[in-house]
């Protein structure tokens, strides 16, 4: 299995451009998640999805958006980017084992800088 | 979600048991403990979880009090491939999605 990758791994946009950003898993994970973490800083999370074809916000969704139109696959897409939005962004999905904890299983980052 | 508070830096030597503290005095009773790490700027990587009873993996051990304030993540024979940015989250699985938030954490450096 490869677990949760990511693409890509670098990107460089300017000011008003805009991507997306694509993560996939194949360990067929209900949930899966979208973070930025920011220099010195913990994750924030921007948005999650519990299933096929249902998306939330997170503590920082603003300036983002999010589909998940098949399972395997969450997209997180930036229509016109920002200087601060310059980050890394790393994608988890996990799956919820009984009705109590599970893990988070995390790819490897994709790192964005907007000039 | 309960905040948690962790040291900001610690040292360990190789080899020698590393004892990571983590104060949650805010926990709600649902709320498990959870354990990550970040190696380098690769991403996060999950430990171990609990939520009152002492929990042991291949990786590290979680000893939580028993009023459940406080916890330590012992990493039992520290090597050099165990320096990383360590996190504790308290958190919830609600049935919809499990939300961690992850606070700066406690960078472990482990020494020769």
């Known amino acids: 299995n490869a677990g949760v990758t990511q693409t890509p791994k670098f990107r460089v946009l300017k000011t008003g451009q805009s991507m997306t950003l694509l993560c996939a898993q194949d360990?067929?994970?209900?949930?899966m998640y979208w973070y930025r973490q920011d220099p010195g800083m913990g994750l924030r999370l921007i948005h999650y999805?519990?299933?096929?074809?249902?998306?939330a916000k997170g503590e920082v969704p603003d300036g983002y958006n999010v589909s998940r139109l098949k399972k395997q696959n969450f997209l997180l897409g930036l229509e016109s980017a920002a200087p601060s939005q310059t980050s890394v962004y790393f994608c988890?999905?996990?799956?919820?084992?009984?009705?109590?904890?599970?893990?988070?299983?995390f790819g490897p980052g994709t790192r964005l800088t907007v000039t | 979600d309960a905040k948690t508070t962790q040291p900001t830096s610690m040292d360990c030597a190789e080899g020698r048991a590393a004892n990571l503290p983590c104060n949650h005095s805010?926990?709600?009773?649902?709320?498990?403990v959870y354990w990550y790490r970040q190696i380098h700027s690769q991403g996060p990587q999950y430990i171990i979880h609990?939520?009152?009873n002492n929990e042991t993996n291949e990786m590290a051990s979680l000893i939580i009090t028993e009023d459940r304030k406080s916890s330590t993540l012992i990493l039992p024979h520290a090597t050099l491939r165990d320096t990383a940015v360590y996190y504790c989250?308290?958190?919830?699985?609600?049935?919809?999605?499990?939300?961690?938030?992850f606070g700066t954490g406690t960078r472990l450096q482990v020494t020769l």
């Open positions: 988890a999905s996990s799956y919820p084992r009984g009705t109590q904890s599970y893990e988070q299983y």
């Open positions: 360990m067929n994970h209900e949930y």
């Open positions: 999805s519990v299933g096929e074809g249902t998306t």
């Open positions: 805010t926990i709600s009773g649902n709320e498990y």
């Open positions: 609990g939520l009152k």
């Open positions: 989250i308290a958190g919830t699985h609600t049935g919809t999605a499990s939300k961690l938030t």
